[in-house]
Nanobody, 121 residues
């Protein structure tokens, strides 16, 4: 049974920082690329940061380049998202997911409860 556990969200003022974490017990974690998928109200869930199985490759949506950093620790079955210089438009529920294909950012259909990130102006 794959679980995705995503603590770490919260409320922060614009310009502030948050660090999200995602633990994946039950997943052969080091076999999979991982990504973060925010979903804002009324919008599709789209990848904004991805990392390959080893951590040697990362990719970001243009909207977060230079502000967000994805990382992973395969010994802890965990992936992280360091979010700096947050903007109100970053407000969303953030989900992590393992990827079927790193380059296409296509996720397996495993989703946790997500974590709410709210950025106030």
């Amino acid at each position: 049974q794959v679980q995705l556990l995503e603590p770490g969200g919260g409320l922060v003022q614009a310009g502030g920082s948050l660090r999200l974490s995602c633990a994946a017990p039950g997943l052969p974690f080091s076999n999979y690329a991982m990504a973060w998928f925010p979903q804002a109200p009324g919008k599709e869930r789209e990848s904004l940061a991805a990392i390959n199985w080893s951590g040697g490759r990362t990719g970001y949506a243009d909207s977060v380049k230079g502000r967000f950093t994805i990382s992973r620790d395969n010994t802890k079955n965990s992936v992280y998202l360091q979010m700096n210089s947050l903007k109100p438009e970053d407000t969303a529920v953030y989900y992590c997911a393992p990827l079927r294909d790193y380059d296409r950012r296509s996720p397996f259909d495993y989703w946790g409860q997500g974590t709410q990130v709210t950025v106030s102006s």
